[in-house]
């Protein structure tokens, strides 16, 4: 990572251990609550855990990491060397951890500017990775911005869930939608739509609905040259048959991640979910 621009992000954007250690980015860790008892995000509570407590229906909800966290990621990377940073967060329609950064950046003793991305998951990871990668070559802050805001602004993520029933409870989606879905036994996919998520299309069966889901990335990726991400939360064996599958079709494919979420997209989508980002380079 180049000495002046620090880039920081959020457990959210689930990048390998091994990258970001590579290129020198530092996630602040987003908080799940369990019964009232809260744990650090990809540190204090495995994926494993959060699946088990939802299938027992305990109390699961999430919260933005404190602004005091993000002051001090900011003054250690001042301390390192660093004359800038950008700090890059999950979508603000879902999450209220790119205000917490926005506060602790007005203290910070560098310059820091906080992104939007409007993304989440793998959709916010690469953005992070293309500002590390502009800072690694010796760019600006702004540089390193606006890298990262035009990879997030080209970015598709699409997912599938068993139930909209997690998302309800979270308050992600409306009631309304949660109850129609249920009512018709359809097997939703869901989109990021300017920093939301919002219905793509219902489907009748889970086996269907995963086809669809494979037919869109590959439409959204045509020729050009992608990096795919393919998430998913207790469902190994479909993120590996969807990705076997991508890597076939896509001639343009670049790197291709295929990982868990955390636990704080899983307390949130439940078991089940499986997703695809497709992120042109």
Same mark, same amino acid.
């Given at each position: 990572?180049?000495?002046?621009?620090?880039?920081?992000?959020? /457990?959210?954007?689930?990048?390998?251990?091994?990258?970001?250690?590579?290129?020198?980015?530092?996630?602040?860790?987003?908080?799940?609550?369990?019964?009232?008892?809260?744990?650090?995000?990809?540190?204090?509570?495995?994926?494993?855990?959060?699946?088990?407590?939802?299938?027992?229906?305990?109390?699961?909800?999430?919260?933005?990491?404190?602004?005091?966290?993000?002051?001090?990621?900011?003054?250690?990377?001042? *301390?390192?060397?660093?004359?800038?940073?950008?700090?890059?967060?999950?979508?603000?329609?879902?999450?209220?951890?790119?205000?917490?950064?926005?506060?602790?950046?007005?203290? *910070?003793?560098?310059?820091?500017?906080?992104?939007?991305?409007?993304?989440?998951?793998?959709?916010?990871?690469?953005?992070?990775?293309?500002?590390?990668?502009?800072?690694?070559?010796?760019?600006?802050?702004?540089?390193?911005?606006?890298? *990262?805001?035009?990879?997030?602004?080209?970015? /598709?993520?699409?997912?599938?869930?068993?139930?909209?029933?997690?998302?309800?409870?979270?308050?992600?989606?409306?009631?309304?939608?949660?109850?129609?879905?249920?009512?018709?036994?359809?097997?939703?996919?869901?989109?990021?739509?300017?920093?939301?998520?919002?219905?793509?299309?219902?489907?009748?069966?889970? /086996?269907?609905?995963?086809?669809?889901?494979?037919?869109?990335?590959?439409?959204?990726?045509?020729?050009?040259?992608?990096?795919?991400?393919?998430?998913?939360?207790?469902?190994?064996?479909?993120?590996?048959?969807?990705?076997?599958?991508?890597?076939?079709?896509?001639?343009?494919?670049?790197?291709?991640?295929?990982?868990?979420?955390?636990?704080?997209?899983?307390?949130?989508?439940?078991?089940?979910?499986?997703?695809?980002?497709? /992120?042109?380079?």
């Amino acid at each position: 990572m180049s000495r002046h621009v620090a880039i920081v992000t959020d /457990s959210t954007a689930y990048l390998p251990q091994r990258t970001m250690e590579r290129h020198g980015i530092t996630a602040v860790p987003l908080t799940v609550v369990v019964d009232g008892e809260a744990f650090e995000e990809g540190t204090e509570i495995s994926t494993r855990a959060l699946v088990q407590a939802l299938q027992k229906r305990r109390p699961v909800t999430t919260s933005r990491p404190a602004p005091e966290v993000f002051a001090e990621t900011y003054r250690q990377a001042a *301390a390192s060397g660093a004359t800038g940073i950008v700090s890059l967060h999950l979508s603000a329609e879902l999450s209220g951890t790119y205000d917490a950064a926005l506060m602790a950046a007005r203290e *910070a003793p560098v310059p820091v500017r906080v992104v939007d991305t409007g993304m989440i998951a793998m959709a916010l990871g690469f953005s992070a990775l293309a500002a590390a990668e502009t800072a690694e070559a010796g760019g600006t802050i702004d540089e390193a911005v606006a890298v *990262a805001e035009k990879r997030a602004a080209a970015t /598709s993520a699409y997912f599938y869930v068993d139930t909209l029933e997690y998302l309800r409870r979270g308050g992600r989606i409306g009631a309304a939608r949660a109850l129609l879905g249920s009512a018709l036994a359809v097997k939703p996919l869901l989109q990021l739509e300017n920093g939301r998520i919002e219905p793509l299309e219902k489907v009748r069966t889970a /086996s269907k609905a995963i086809a669809r889901l494979e037919e869109i990335v590959a439409e959204r990726a045509g020729g050009a040259e992608v990096d795919i991400a393919v998430h998913h939360l207790a469902a190994p064996d479909r993120a590996s048959a969807l990705a076997d599958r991508l890597r076939t079709r896509l001639p343009g494919l670049g790197a291709l991640h295929v990982s868990e979420v955390g636990a704080v997209i899983g307390a949130h989508t439940g078991p089940g979910l499986l997703g695809a980002v497709v /992120s042109p380079r």
